[in-house]
Nanobody, 120 residues
Framework: VQLQASGGGLVQAGGSLRLSCAAS??????MGWFRQAPGKEREFVAA????????YYADSVKGRFTVSRDNAKNTMYLQMNSLKPEDTGVYYC????????????????WGQGTQVTVSS
């Protein structure tokens, strides 16, 4: 399966962005979002179950970000509100092989990433 992340851009602090992750085929498994800031390791952001009924988030984004999916469109989304400069980074989507998990090693089929830059 191939994943294509999109929707990144430059936004002011307090603003919003919606990221999309389009899959080349139907994915019945859970999926997740990670991000990598300059000079830092990639970190977990959010994940969603195959049905979309279950979600969990990193503490740093809880209450501000919402992960969802439209299985009819083979697409996962990340709605990001109240953005902060520390949310800046490249955002990646991936397919989970374990639920629940925040470990990169439990995710596969990584997309190419989309850049999010939040200015102060």
């Amino acid at each position: 399966v191939q994943l294509q992340a999109s929707g990144g851009g430059l936004v002011q602090a307090g603003g919003s962005l919606r990221l999309s992750c389009a899959a080349s085929e139907r994915i019945p498994y859970s999926m997740g979002w990670f991000r990598q800031a300059p000079g830092k390791e990639r970190e977990f952001v959010a994940a969603i179950s195959g049905s979309g009924a279950g979600t969990y988030y990193a503490d740093s984004v809880k209450g501000r970000f919402t992960v969802s999916r439209d299985n009819a469109k083979n697409t996962m989304y990340l709605q990001m509100n109240s953005l902060k400069p520390e949310d800046t980074g490249v955002y990646y989507c991936a397919v989970a092989s374990s639920w629940p998990s925040r470990r990169q090693t439990d995710f596969r089929s990584w997309g190419q990433g989309t850049q999010v830059t939040v200015s102060s």
